[in-house]
Nanobody, 121 residues
């Protein structure tokens, strides 16, 4: 079994920064892509950014130039550095990690529990 633990959310003023973390643990053989999504009240969950096992990154348009995704493979952790935050960035942020579990041949996606980010003055 695999567990994802997120941290780093909170309340920040417009223009401020936050760094989200998502650590995977458990019966892990290998990790593939690691990504972040968000869901604002009344809206569908949307993609924010992803980093592959090879280090390639992709961002949704609103995140480009403000958000940076990175991973630490030794710690099985993915980060999302968010700068120049805007009120419209307010949402619950979820990490998604593709994992091959020990003794398994299949790649499964796991989701974190979500962390609230509120941007308000």
């Amino acid at each position: 079994q695999v567990q994802l633990v997120e941290s780093g959310g909170g309340l920040v003023q417009p223009g401020g920064s936050l760094r989200l973390s998502c650590a995977a643990s458990g019966s892990i053989f290998s990790i593939g892509a690691m990504g972040w999504y968000r869901q604002a009240p009344g809206k569908q969950r949307e993609f924010v950014a992803v980093v592959t096992s090879g280090g390639s990154v992709k961002y949704i348009e609103f995140a480009k130039g403000r958000f940076t995704i990175s991973r630490d493979n030794a710690k099985n952790t993915v980060y999302l550095q968010m700068n120049s935050l805007k009120p419209e960035d307010t949402a619950v942020y979820y990490c998604k990690v593709d994992v091959v579990e020990s003794g398994s041949a299949s790649l499964n996606a796991y989701w974190g529990q979500g962390t609230q980010v509120t941007v308000s003055s």
